[in-house]
């Protein structure tokens, strides 16, 4: 009984969501979002790609140390950028 309940629960789900995605507005805000990240990467490509090529050249030669790294400030593995 409780598969059934849950199967329903979630085609009712997926159907709701449905609906949702297909609606024109939230089509419309969806393309803004995707072209605002598109905008926001191309004009932070530059200043992220030293980090994206030391992530790279560590998986490619295996560099487990390299990827393990955590930087010492918020930012996490791949540091802050150098003011």
């Known amino acids: 009984m409780a598969g059934h309940v849950r199967r329903r629960a979630w085609a009712e789900a997926e159907e709701v969501f449905g609906v949702v995605l297909a609606d ?5 805000i969806g393309a803004l979002v995707e072209a605002e990240e598109m905008r926001s990467g191309v004009e932070l490509r530059d200043e992220l790609q030293t980090f994206q090529d030391r992530y790279e050249e560590a998986v490619r030669t295996g560099d ?20």
């Open 24 to 28: 024109p507005e939230v089509r419309r």
């Open 64 to 83: 487990v140390a390299v990827l393990a790294r955590i930087c010492p400030g918020k930012h996490g593995r791949w540091g802050r950028r150098a003011s």
